[in-house]
């Protein structure tokens, strides 16, 4: 069975690298993956020999898990550099070649590669963090209302703590968010307006150090100094390039502070609101019960999706979520009960 099941994982990263390959629009990453799904297909006829030699079944035919299938619709929706961290928990290999999802520094060797990996590159974490955020409104949102009901009946009442909890946390997220980036943004005009002032004055300094940074990543000293001199012809890749190598800063990673603040506050919503529906629309359905119940079926929701970006099962993963949130849920509710008693 072992055997199968390692079959089976070869066959299932070929597909995936097929996948990739299908989307990819760049001809050598292409090349990269179409290769990459060739070892895996050479890899998992290595594994039917063994099967066969073994006496065991040879598999006439090879399905993708619902797993993978669910990444592949989220590589041709989203594309490989959005979902680099799902990519990388699935095993998929080659994924450096998205902008560093693993550590290092590969030296170039000419003038148009310096920078290059730092070009095209999306926020590969943009995703989790949208999930990591509807968890934190559905869990901070659930347990504010199982609080409440604990302490009274009143569905009005619940449903105004519910609200308030909602744009409270909502807000307070994007506000936290937007200080965040613009804090960082100005930090990084702050240091790139020292560095474009030391670039305008001391030009053959800054070259000389640039070329030093290249010969201690391996690049013999003349010909690092042959690029940082070919590379300070253009004043504003030579900007660029001595901010992130020396500054170690990265003006591609910086978004939008209004952006960042819009995503976190539709998230944080996004969750918060689930528990908020037995309230807010006639389901004739008790609101406190249905209320609790969507919120088990969101956290098993959301611990499923986060297993993408884990590898590990989905059906554990929501279980341990659920666990997590439903425990809150359950000692706010009884915090509640014991509040409602005393204060009555």
């Known amino acids: ?131 990591f955020g509807v968890n934190d409104g559905l869990v901070s949102n659930t347990a504010l209302i199982m609080g409440v009901a604990g302490a009274t009946a009143d569905t009005a009442f619940i449903l105004t703590s519910g609200v308030a909890g909602l744009l409270a946390g909502a807000l307070s997220m994007a506000a936290g968010e937007y200080i965040s980036m613009r804090s960082q943004r100005e930090m990084f005009e702050y240091q790139i307006g020292l560095e474009r002032e030391e670039l305008a004055e001391y ?12 010969h201690a990543r391996g690049v013999p000293l003349e010909r690092a100094r042959e690029l940082a001199a070919a590379l300070m012809q253009d004043p504003t890749h030579a900007l660029d390039t001595l901010a992130r190598e020396e500054l170690g800063l990265n003006p591609d990673d910086l978004g939008s502070p209004w952006g960042a603040a819009a995503s976190s506050f539709a998230a944080f919503t996004a969750g918060a609101v689930l528990p908020l529906l037995p309230f807010l629309l006639p389901l004739g359905m008790p609101p406190v019960p249905t209320a609790a119940s969507l919120a088990v079926l969101g956290l098993f929701a959301v611990g499923a999706t986060l297993s993408l970006f884990t590898g590990r099962g989905a059906l554990r993963s929501g279980l341990r979520m659920v666990l997590i949130g439903g425990g809150a849920g359950v000692v706010t509710y009884l915090i509640g009960m014991l509040l409602g008693v005393s204060l009555a």
């Open 1 to 131: 069975m072992a055997a199968y099941d390692s079959w089976h994982e070869e066959m299932q990263s070929a597909w995936l690298y097929r996948v990739l390959a299908g989307v990819e629009t760049d001809g050598g990453k292409r090349a990269l993956f179409n290769a990459l799904a060739a070892a895996a297909e050479d890899q998992a006829c290595i594994w039917e020999r063994q099967m066969a030699a073994d006496g065991e079944d040879v598999p006439t035919g090879f399905a993708p898990t619902q797993r993978a299938r669910l990444v592949a619709a989220l590589l041709r929706r989203l594309g490989p550099r959005a979902i680099r961290p799902v990519l990388a928990a699935m095993k998929v290999r080659g994924i450096s070649v998205y902008g560093a999802a693993m550590p290092g520094h590969p030296m170039p060797t000419t003038v148009e590669q310096v920078g290059g990996r730092h070009r095209g590159v999306g926020s590969g974490g943009n995703l989790r963090a949208a999930v």
């Open 203 to 214: 030009p053959a300094e800054e070259t000389e150090e640039l070329a030093l940074i290249y």
